[in-house]
């Protein structure tokens, strides 16, 4: 079993920059890859942000390809939000898969997920 806990969201202006992070905790957490997911008011979740279990690889959504950055250490699952727009305004879940790999896009690929963070962005 994984233990998923986000932090860091909150409300931020346009053009802004956030970090959300997430903590993996378990036995076998290190084992697992780590996505982010978020979903606005009234949408299906959406795909982010991925990243292998041994953090060598990392797949992007296409509306934050260059723009989000994730990365991962010690158990920790960063995602580094730059040029924020108000479109980006969403509950951003993450998610740990056990395959391991980076390329999963399905939520329903992810075993665990975390409660959410919100992220208000004001225009």
């Known amino acids: 079993q994984v233990h998923l806990a986000e932090s860091g969201g909150g409300l931020v202006q346009a053009g802004d920059s956030l970090t959300l992070s997430c903590e993996a905790s378990g036995r076998t957490a290190s084992s697992y890859a780590l996505g982010w997911f978020c979903q606005a008011a009234g949408k299906e979740r959406e795909f982010v942000a991925s990243?292998?279990?041994?953090?060598?690889n990392t797949y992007y959504g296409d509306s934050v390809r260059g723009r989000f950055t994730i990365a991962s250490a010690k158990n920790t699952v960063y995602l580094q939000m730059n040029s924020l727009n108000p479109d980006d305004t969403a509950v951003y879940y993450c998610?740990?898969?056990?395959?391991?790999?980076?390329?999963?896009?399905?939520?329903?690929?992810?075993?665990?997920w975390g409660q959410g963070t919100e992220m208000t962005i004001s225009s």
């Open positions: 998610a740990a898969d056990r395959s391991g790999s980076y390329y999963q896009i399905l939520s329903l690929q992810y075993e665990y």
């Open positions: 990243i292998s279990s041994d953090a060598d």
